[in-house]
């Protein structure tokens, strides 16, 4: 067996994860992988920053702090479309992102839990549950919420691709 191939046969003991769970956990991913340079992107838009600029500005930033910056930069703007921008990206950022992505997990059959820490402040944690069925309907929300923002952006495909592959050094 190669390297490569050994994902394909790491078999968890019966009852130790959701069947579902692996594939929607890599989907909860995706998702933001995909989303992350629209909203790079959207915050350039709205500050009418260039594309190195902007790279530069949100490439040591947090993802929530984005969401945030972005938020704020929504709400001030003259796109014809910036209320439902707005409850998109409100959405995102109910989507616990954050909990999920740097959580440890604990799971059986058909239940979920992320258990995870706070970053800032004083120290707390918590537990994320969800039933499979339930966490599966949370990632579909939120990929829904993230296509509905990017149609909603208007952005021009070319345009994104463009921003992205602008991340190459020079």
Request: hydrophobic share 40%.
């Amino acid at each position: 067996m190669t390297k490569t191939n050994t994902i394909r046969h790491i078999n968890f003991p019966r009852g130790t994860f959701p069947p579902e769970f692996h594939d929607t956990l890599g989907k909860f991913h995706t998702i933001w992988l995909m989303f992350d340079p629209t909203l790079d992107y959207s915050i350039g838009y709205f500050l009418g920053s260039d594309t190195r600029s902007t790279h530069m500005l949100v490439s040591g930033m947090m993802f929530g702090t984005k969401l945030r910056l972005l938020a704020d930069l929504i709400k001030r703007s003259k796109h014809p479309k910036k209320d439902t921008l707005a409850e998109k990206i409100k959405l995102l950022q109910a989507s616990k992102r954050d909990q999920i992505t740097h959580a440890y997990v604990k799971s059986n059959k058909a239940h979920v839990t992320f258990m995870y820490r706070s970053k800032g402040g004083s120290y707390k944690s918590g537990e994320l549950a969800f039933h499979i069925d339930g966490f599966i309907d949370h990632v579909g929300k939120m990929a829904e919420a993230a296509m509905e923002y990017q149609e909603a952006l208007g952005a021009p495909v070319q345009e994104l691709l463009g921003f992205a592959k602008a991340i190459e050094s020079e």
